[in-house]
């Protein structure tokens, strides 16, 4: 069982509508977590993080983080074409040789 | 003004070749990192370095030898390439925030293909 589970998708939707993005996880060491988003033959880059439980805001972008489930979320409202590119989550605990443990990543396309 | 660069972009060769990527950041970052994601877009860490100290080793075949010449720069080498090295190579950088979360920036990655 891999530590970050993701749906690969692909999730498509209208323009305009609300978007889901989940992971769950199975390492309760994992204190901070992050959204990256990647298009198509570029890097991920960074969008969003959020250090232990609790909800994040950034512009049409929100994070939510539920430790006692081991589940966390991006929600993207009033989702646009240009959102169309692979979300992957990713988690990173404090300690010795910490790292960055990625999930696979959500293809979201949104259509006109 | 690009934050972190990698060379070259693309990179076909045959089998058993070794071959070089470079990676460079301009962010003042102490930390950097050689990622691999395969056809299925998961990012898997190989190898963190400190102020070229090697502190991440992830099980990687000792084919693949990361070089730090100073904390800009990680270059990694590959020796005897076989047809499974095949992927897009990402060279990321991080830094901590007030928080305590290391945020890495990403490369555009060097997509290497192994005939």
């Known amino acids: 069982q891999k530590e970050v589970e993701q749906d690969p998708g692909p999730l498509s939707v209208p323009e305009g509508a609300i978007v889901s993005l989940n992971c769950t996880y199975s390492?309760?060491?994992?204190?901070?977590f992050m959204w990256y988003r990647q298009y198509s033959r570029k890097g991920p880059e960074l969008l969003m993080y959020t250090y232990s439980s609790g909800n994040k805001e950034d512009g049409r972008f929100t994070a939510q983080v539920d430790k006692s489930s081991k589940y966390i979320s991006l929600f993207i409202r009033d989702s646009q074409p240009s959102d169309s590119a692979t979300y992957l989550c990713?988690?990173?605990?404090?300690?010795?040789?910490?790292?960055?443990?990625f999930g696979t990543g959500t293809r979201l396309q949104v259509t006109l | 003004d690009t934050a972190v660069s990698q060379t070259p972009k693309y990179l076909v060769t045959q089998m058993g070749n070794d071959k070089s990527i470079k990676c460079e950041q301009n962010?003042?970052?102490?930390?950097m990192y050689w990622y691999k994601q395969d056809s299925k877009k998961f990012l898997k860490i190989m190898f963190s370095?400190?102020?070229?100290?090697?502190?991440i080793n992830e099980t990687v075949p000792n084919r693949f030898s990361p070089k730090s010449p100073d904390k800009a720069h990680l270059n990694l080498h590959i020796n005897s390439l076989e047809l499974g090295d095949s992927a897009v190579y990402f060279c990321?950088?991080?830094?901590?925030?007030?928080?305590?979360?290391?945020?890495?920036?990403f490369g555009p990655g060097t997509r290497l293909l192994v005939l």
């Open positions: 990713a988690m990173w605990s404090t300690g010795t040789a910490s790292k960055l443990t």
């Open positions: 962010l003042g970052h102490d930390t």
């Open positions: 390492n309760s060491a994992f204190q901070y």
């Open positions: 370095y400190n102020n070229k100290e090697l502190i």
């Open positions: 990321a950088s991080s830094r901590r925030t007030p928080g305590g979360a290391e945020t890495q920036y």
